[in-house]
């Protein structure tokens, strides 16, 4: 509740370069016993700095104060629950940390002989194994760094696909409205156009309406890109039958399968017909990402598309592992390196400590974490589709906004006055006033019941004390920012004061 915050005691707010006074120093050091300046090394005059530049003058600690002030402004997992949606924001075990900073792999060099790298390559064989056998497809990348450049690899190599077969006139990529932002973006840039159709009654692609896509454009259509489950947390259920009509239609089938930690161990998008998917290591397989960390986007394919992965793949000549160059209708490489290294021996170390059985409980605890959160709040917050979620769930303001003029934007906000993260908002696009929350399956019951009782509390109090909720948050440094301004007109340098 309100106080719980520790932030109200944080108030220093004054970047670092405004604290401290000139001459104060965080090091001592004994007097110089040579020439401060030195006219052989100096350079040109021409090249020197008319001033010293306007770095912090603070002590020790100081900068030991303002670095940990800082910290705790932060949210972070290991302070509390993130329930966004759409991006899962898990908790990691720390053991997986502890794998990925052992130095025989911390310490690989990209450059470093194949010969001494037969560890590391036995590693990538065996994670490239294990997602083939999660996803029922035959071989896998493990390049790309990210979603987004999983989906760019998978497009690039229906594009070759197409190239090969005699179907350079195929540009259009259906994608429903209930795909990932990402999907269309990757499509663009791939030089694709993508082909709206909005999704069914029932929340789910109807297959009718991909049967009409495709006859409206003969010839022209390249593949779908479907992301299972959708946005709006729901199960494709028509997919098997969505792949044969693409393939009937030339086209070649992609799945956006970042959230696969809803599906482990129930479905194999390999068995259902698709050609293509990515998996994001970041969300499913355990690394902690957010705010841009490193992240490791792995494309699996089936056989159509297995001649075109980029270069180069591991490959093995019976006990012996080693970097395969030699195919020639590859895309060639998508990134420097082998991949985001780390990314994979954090993913690698999860799957081999929770097997099978494991990964297939995470699902069903994720799946079931959702479904609790939506029983628990739907009479409040409706939902956008009546039926059983996967890992998310997409509510919306309709009821509250009717009766108390509050929105998914104050609810959000004074959810930050409760000790939480607020959750995704107003996405997807197709539901308004949609407040999406993916509680995954690491969070405790405990954790999702806190969760709902302040997502209740704030409802009553939408009717009790509106103003309460539409000027929150209460207990933050900074209180409602002005949006439009700071994502039109961001300040990102500190200037000195008589500069401004
Ligand atoms: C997160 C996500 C992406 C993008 O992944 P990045 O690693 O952020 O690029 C794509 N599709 C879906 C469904 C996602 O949840």
């Given at each position: 509740m309100p106080g719980k915050h520790p932030r109200a005691l944080l108030h220093e707010s004054r970047p670092i370069f405004e604290q401290g006074s000139p001459g104060r120093s965080g090091a001592s050091?004994?007097?110089?016993?040579?020439?401060?300046?030195?006219?052989?090394?100096?350079?040109?005059?021409?090249?020197r700095r008319g001033e010293a530049p306007h770095l912090p003058e603070?002590?020790?600690?100081?900068?030991?104060?303002?670095?940990?002030?800082?910290?705790?402004?932060?949210?972070?997992i290991d302070l509390g629950m993130y329930p966004l949606g759409s991006c899962t924001m898990k908790y990691n075990p720390k053991v997986n940390e502890r794998a990925a900073r052992m130095p025989g792999f911390a310490g690989l060099h990209p450059a470093q002989p194949e010969d001494t790298l037969e560890g590391a390559l036995a590693l990538m064989w065996?994670?490239?194994?294990?997602?083939?056998?999660?996803?029922?497809?035959?071989?896998?990348?493990?390049?790309?760094?990210?979603?987004?450049?999983?989906?760019?690899?998978?497009?690039?190599?229906?594009?070759?696909?197409?190239?090969?077969?005699?179907?350079?006139?195929?540009?259009?990529?259906i994608i429903p409205d209930s795909a990932h932002g990402t999907n269309p973006a990757s499509c663009t840039l791939n030089g694709f156009e993508a082909l709206?159709?909005?999704?069914?009654?029932?929340?789910?692609?109807?297959?009718?309406?991909?049967?009409?896509?495709?006859?409206?454009?003969?010839?022209?259509?390249?593949?779908?890109?479907?992301?299972n489950p959708s946005t709006l947390g729901l199960f494709e259920t028509q997919i098997a039958?969505?792949?044969?009509?693409?393939?009937?239609?030339?086209?070649?089938?992609?799945?956006?399968?970042?959230?696969?930690?809803?599906?482990?161990?129930?479905?194999?998008?390999?068995?259902?017909?698709?050609d293509v998917m990515h998996i994001n290591l970041h969300k499913t397989f355990t690394t902690p990402h957010g705010g841009g960390g490193p992240g490791a986007g792995p494309v699996a394919v089936g056989a159509a598309l297995e001649p075109y992965l980029p270069t180069p793949m591991v490959a093995r000549d019976g006990e012996r592992?080693?970097?395969d160059f030699a195919r020639p209708r590859s895309i060639g490489r998508v990134r420097a390196g082998s991949s985001n290294f780390g990314m994979l021996v954090r993913a690698y170390a999860y799957i081999r400590e929770m097997g099978g059985p494991g990964l297939t409980q995470a699902t069903e605890m994720a799946v079931l974490n959702a479904n609790y959160i939506r029983k628990k709040l739907e009479d409040v917050y409706p939902v956008a589709f009546d039926r059983p979620c996967m890992h998310e769930v997409v509510f919306s303001d309709k009821k509250l906004k009717k009766e108390t003029g509050i929105t998914t934007?104050?609810?959000?906000?004074?959810?930050?006055?409760?000790?939480?993260?607020?959750?995704?908002?107003?996405?997807?696009?197709?539901?308004?006033?949609?407040?999406?929350?993916?509680?995954?399956?690491?969070?405790?019951?405990?954790?999702?019941?806190?969760?709902?009782?302040?997502?209740?509390?704030?409802?009553?109090?939408?009717?009790?004390?509106?103003?309460?909720?539409?000027?929150?948050?209460?207990?933050?440094?900074?209180?409602?920012?002005?949006?439009?301004?700071?994502?039109?007109?961001?300040?990102?340098?500190?200037?000195?004061?008589?500069?401004?």
């Open positions: 050091l004994p007097a110089l016993d040579v020439p401060a300046r030195d006219p052989a090394v100096d350079g040109p005059a021409a090249l603070v002590s020790e600690v100081e900068v030991t104060r303002h670095f940990t002030r800082l910290s705790r402004w932060n949210y972070a065996g994670l490239e194994r294990a997602l083939c056998e999660i996803t029922g497809f035959q071989r896998a990348t493990l390049q790309p760094a990210a979603g987004a450049h999983g989906e760019l690899t998978g497009l690039m190599m229906i594009r070759a696909y197409h190239q090969d077969h005699g179907g350079k006139a195929r540009k259009k990529i709206g159709i909005k999704t069914g009654a029932g929340g789910v692609i109807d297959a009718s309406a991909v049967r009409a896509a495709c006859a409206a454009h003969p010839g022209a259509i390249a593949g779908i890109m479907i992301t039958e969505i792949t044969e009509v693409v393939h009937a239609a030339g086209g070649l089938c992609y799945m956006d399968g970042a959230n696969l930690n809803a599906l482990m161990g129930k479905f194999r998008p390999g068995d259902a017909g698709l592992l080693r970097w934007l104050d609810v959000a906000k004074r959810l930050m006055d409760h000790g939480f993260h607020p959750p995704t908002i107003y996405f997807p696009l197709v539901v308004p006033g949609a407040l999406m929350i993916e509680p995954t399956e690491t969070e405790p019951p405990e954790a999702l019941d806190e969760l709902c009782t302040a997502l209740r509390e704030i409802a009553a109090e939408a009717v009790t004390d509106p103003d309460k909720v539409h000027s929150a948050p209460h207990t933050t440094g900074l209180r409602r920012l002005d949006e439009t301004l700071a994502a039109r007109h961001p300040r990102l340098r500190w200037t000195p004061k008589a500069a401004e």
